[in-house]
């Protein structure tokens, strides 16, 4: 990265001996060197995310499965994301992120073979991070979107099936979308999309993409006449918490430095959250019935997914609101909507993750105005960013639904989705992995 001489930089040149502004010259074009500090940072925000999965993740979906399908789904997790982690390094980050590409996806550095450790990768500032840094932590983005979908699966999906869907949707819908949101000559980078930390490319792709799978893989035997609740609200809770702290590297971490946009990050998923925890167990006092742990733990989750995208597009106060709306309108289609339609999203992956995406990436051109104390500076009008929000929703709902559908089915052609009913009465612990969680 080379910066450019200032008018002053170049006047006090011409004063210079040659050999004084060749040196002085030859010193403002040396490579930036990556600041000790936003690197410490960002890889405290990496293992942060890692948090989100194992044990986040795992912890928080195991809880609410029924006890004989504890295990397969903490194991379809970790499963799940070490297998992302490899193929993101063999071409995942190459299709995302470049260096070469078009508008839907990119190409040129297969197996990292342009990176070394003195490669630097670019923020928002002239700062530089590691590009080593920097790959691990998207890295740790494309594991968890992957993972995500799972609780739409959850308790009918084989694991052989899994494992040959995420290495297949990854390719043809995670890469591209990320190309898409978060790197330069991106379709939806170029027209201005805001998305902070992943609402399009990881909540709404993997909410609709959960959805997808859920109406390929058909209903779980005996839903929705047979009583499923959660097996332990404990860990459900413990996973929650472990969400939540691993989210501060998920969306402060996204500001790639430690700087008043990554403080602004973190006070928003701190205030955002506590606000559609209490929203959604307000709701159900309102509805006739107590407020739950597990509603504060959907609340919890509803206002992280509606904030991340608007994490560093808004005010503290624009993200009260956005978490307000977001459980509102998750809670609406848990309750509600998903009944009338019939189907099977086993924890509410579409319900929460995808929902609440579509809420927090609209949502967030209006909290980014200057009139709510976002920090737009007013320079692109309110329905133009609307229309821009609106329109990368659009794209990443078209582009996961049919890239899931198609990677569905070839799985589906190929040795099949679903686990046996009698495996499926026994649980998927002793039937795909021969443990149980409890003996």
């Not at 550095?109 to 691990?136: G, K, P, R, W, Y």
């Not at 989750?301 to 991340?308: E, N, P, Q, S």
Request: net charge negative.
């Amino acid at each position: 990265m080379f910066r450019t001489l200032s008018r002053t930089a170049a006047l006090g040149l011409a004063l210079l001996t040659p050999a004084a502004a060749f040196a002085q010259e030859a010193a403002e074009a040396a490579v930036a060197v990556p600041n000790p500090g936003n690197n410490a940072w960002m890889m405290t925000a990496t293992v942060l995310v890692m948090l989100m999965i194992l044990p986040g993740l795992a912890l928080f979906y195991g809880g609410l499965t029924r006890s004989k399908n504890m295990l397969s789904t903490m194991t379809q997790i970790g499963a799940t994301a070490s297998l992302a982690m490899l193929v993101w390094v063999m071409w995942g980050y190459s299709t995302a992120f470049g260096p070469e590409g078009n508008a839907f996806f990119s190409w040129g550095n297969l197996f990292l073979s342009q990176t070394d450790a003195a490669s630097t990768a670019a923020t928002f500032t002239d700062e530089v991070i590691s590009e080593f840094v920097f790959i691990s932590f998207q890295m740790t983005f494309a594991a968890i979107t992957a993972a995500l979908i799972l609780g739409a699966t959850a308790e009918r999906m084989k694991f052989n099936a899994v494992m040959l869907f995420v290495p297949l949707w990854l390719t043809i819908v995670y890469f591209p979308i990320a190309h898409m949101v978060w790197a330069g000559g991106g379709l939806l980078f170029e027209d201005g999309a805001l998305d902070f930390a992943g609402g399009t490319v990881v909540h709404i792709n993997a909410g609709v993409s959960g959805l997808v799978l859920a109406y390929l893989l058909g209903k779980r035997r005996g839903y929705p006449a047979e009583p499923m609740p959660p097996h332990s609200m404990t860990l459900t809770m413990v996973g929650t918490g472990l969400l939540w702290v691993g989210w501060f590297g998920f969306n402060a971490g996204s500001a790639l430095e430690a700087d008043a946009s990554a403080g602004l990050a973190m006070i928003n998923t701190f205030v955002a959250t506590a606000a559609g925890a209490l929203t959604w167990m307000v709701i159900e006092r309102a509805a006739g019935h107590k407020g739950s742990a597990l509603g504060f733990c959907s609340g919890v989750i509803a206002g992280l997914v509606a904030v991340t995208p608007a994490a560093g597009n808004s005010g503290p106060f624009g993200a009260i609101l956005l978490g307000i709306l977001s459980a509102a309108i998750c809670y609406f289609f848990v309750a509600k909507v998903k009944a009338k339609l019939g189907y099977d999203d086993s924890l509410d992956a579409f319900g929460i993750h995808g929902i609440g995406g579509i809420v927090g990436a609209i949502g967030t051109a209006v909290v980014y105005q200057p009139f709510l104390a976002g920090p737009g500076d007013g320079s692109v009008a309110l329905g133009a960013q609307l229309w821009v929000q609106i329109f990368s929703v659009l794209v990443t709902i078209v582009w996961a639904g049919i890239g899931t559908l198609v990677v569905g089915m070839i799985v589906k052609a190929l040795i099949g989705l679903r686990v046996t009913e009698e495996a499926e009465v026994d649980g998927l612990d002793i039937s795909e992995h021969g443990e149980r969680a409890y003996n």
